[in-house]
């Protein structure tokens, strides 16, 4: 058993959230980059130093404790939302530097720890871990911008000499990562602990639909052609189909919705929309793109008007390790006996990407109210160090197992 | 019988849409007080005073050509839509021009023009013909904003010296306005002119409904409480209910949508949405008014979303004058036998205000596809002649009448 040290490791969480601290509850206002993400990067980079660890940087940013032989990686991410919550990343990757420093403390096996950047996405979708995975190139990366228009290799020559030089990931052999859930269910059902089974696949594209702009007042509703009432139109029909398709975990939304020309006297001419359905099953993902594409035919037949869908973005579902998921579900089973589940991950994290490298395990705390990214964003402390010890119990069940 | 003069009148719309020509087809940008529709309504100025009117100008900018005595007022307005078209308002100010040029000519009855400002709405709602028949407060109207921010008191003081003064009402006995139709029943009915029965009256607010901002990933559609998915279903109740209410001529819209945080991976937790309607019948508008909120307040319980609703704009049916109406109908059957009708008005016009003042008719020359507020605009040079002499002629009937 490692000796990890809860009040150490809380602790440490509320020195880090001093960070880009919001001044409302515990929020934290620290998206990738800025001035106070680097400063905690910086100041989780002597953490890792006082815990015996080598600290090395990317030229990405991604941040990583390396102990003597690099071993198991733990961690996540520190970076948040434009509005966030103390916890989201910033839990894994203090949770395994507690973990690497216990370990080091008694000369146990090598375990390291790792910060990405921008799992948040300023610029891309999980960028530094997708980056470092491989699965982005780094030359295509350099060109994504952020809203404001910066380039990402411009933005990450603010890291300067922090920067050590590439890491290499043959060295570690497995990766767990700890998150809060980011939803309900653990704390719907007051559970503990959930051991990830699997992080969905999304498929996400916008949709144009185009009619005819007119006079809201002389033109008479059998003469229209209204982009509106063909998406609205589109997603009674959906819900309808979707019904015999999806299991309860299945999500999909409509997030983002723009008419034009948007005004309150003339019947919209023009409609894009986004449409992203999430879910843990490949063929589900494909059934559902199918009954999509067939219902917004039938409804640019039906409302004459043009549709365009774009090129779709696609990930696929990402399966957990057995062996990460059985030392898990063993270590859940321990430190919270019948208080725990087996659940998908609705969300993406950095364990997508790293998935592509090495076998990967996730765990969840429950988040308070399902709340995340805002700065409500909260987990109760004894299940904070619940999850500690299932980490850390798991990857000595996992090391043990080797 | 007046004698005007068909080129006359249609080289003085071509010499007009010279002020402000797009450079696309005939299309026209002069939006009220922008230096193109003052240079426009200084050449008028000129043309009236040719004509022997005596021009004046309030201090909205509404511009007069009087004839000795008053009399009877014909005209419209000229300034446009950010894009719009040549005919529009500038249709009927330079018909009464024509024809009060022809009366003056032959030493014929009183017959005076007037060139209303800003009808098309870049501060209020038809704000000169609002202010001028005391429907709208100038005090009030003064802090009226445009999209940018500038207000009706500044941006009228561009007006400088053309300023005359008070122009008084009540000289005059009557008003007719002549302007294309702006929908498509009469050019699909091959129809030439629509002689107006009522101005339709419209009721518009704004909606906000407002659930929860969640994580488009983690959270369960059971537990979600999504705007938009309130917006639809209260859209496809709508239409529904309304089918027992309303009348081929009612129209309803919802044309402007504004979701929150409007991102593709969010649960919008917010939608704010314009809904417009309009009918002939006060009786109608107060049914659908009722359907409305009830539907609204279903919506809001069973989706579990908060419900607001903003204060409502409200504009009553207006009747058009029988004697008028009488003297338009007689002269459509004389210059376009069988090819004519009655009808409402679906747009709001000048005339909306003139009510307030005096006995009111409206005539409609065919829209080409029923475009407007467009640079496609247009209407056959022939249907516009057929109103010139429809609306010369029903003047004289209408005075003979008297």
Redesign the interface.
């Known amino acids: 058993m490692l000796n990890v040290n809860p009040e150490r490791f809380l602790q440490s969480l509320h020195d880090l959230r001093a960070f880009g601290a919001s001044g409302e509850g515990n929020g934290v206002v620290r998206p990738a980059y800025t001035p106070d993400e680097l400063a905690a990067r910086d100041w989780i980079g002597q953490q890792m130093h006082a815990a015996g660890l080598d600290v090395q940087m990317d030229a990405m940013g991604n941040q990583f404790g390396i102990a003597p032989g690099g071993g198991l990686l733990l961690g996540s991410h520190t970076d948040s939302q434009p509005e966030g919550g103390w916890l989201d990343g910033a839990l894994g990757v203090m949770a395994g530097l507690e973990i690497a420093r216990a370990a080091r403390e008694c000369d146990g096996p090598p375990i390291s720890v790792v910060n990405f950047q921008d799992e948040e996405g300023r610029f891309g979708v999980t960028t530094g871990s997708a980056i470092w995975s491989g699965n982005l190139p780094a030359d295509v990366a350099d060109r994504l911008q952020d809203k404001s228009g910066k380039l990402l290799r411009d933005v990450r020559a603010s890291l300067g000499p922090r920067v050590t030089g590439p890491v290499i990931p043959a060295q570690f052999h497995a990766y767990i990562e700890m998150h809060i859930?980011?939803?309900?269910?653990l704390d719907n059902a007051g559970e503990k602990i959930g051991v990830v089974s699997d992080i969905?696949g999304?498929r996400?594209m916008?949709v144009t639909l185009t009619g005819e702009?007119?006079?809201?007042?002389?033109?008479?509703?059998?003469?229209r052609r209204?982009a509106?009432?063909g998406?609205?139109?589109f997603?009674?029909l959906l819900?309808d189909r979707f019904r015999n398709v999806?299991q309860?975990?299945?999500?999909?939304?409509?997030?983002?919705?723009?008419?034009s020309p948007?005004?309150?006297?003339?019947?919209?001419g023009r409609v894009q929309f986004?449409m992203?359905w999430?879910d843990s099953s490949a063929d589900r993902l494909d059934r559902m793109e199918s009954i999509i594409r067939t219902t917004l035919d039938e409804i640019a037949t039906t409302h004459q008007l043009q549709l365009e869908c774009s090129d779709m973005l696609g990930l696929a579902p990402v399966a957990m390790d057995q062996g990460l998921i059985d030392a898990l579900a063993a270590s859940a089973a321990s430190h919270a006996p019948g208080n725990w589940r087996h659940m998908p991950?609705?969300?993406?994290h950095d364990a997508t990407n790293m998935a592509a490298l090495m076998p990967v395990g996730m765990l969840f705390v429950p988040s308070i109210n399902?709340k995340?990214?805002?700065f409500e964003e909260d987990t109760d402390p004894d299940d904070l160090v619940t999850g500690l010890h299932v980490l850390a119990d798991a990857t000595m069940r996992y090391l043990a197992g080797r």
């Open positions: 859930e980011q939803g309900p269910y969905v999304i996400d916008t702009q007119n006079h809201a007042g002389t033109t008479p509703m059998a003469h209204d509106f009432q998406l609205s139109a997603n009674s819900n999806v309860p975990s299945t999500v999909w939304t409509i997030g983002h919705v723009s008419l948007n005004a309150s006297s003339i019947v919209p986004s992203q999430r991950s609705g969300a993406l399902g995340s990214h805002c």
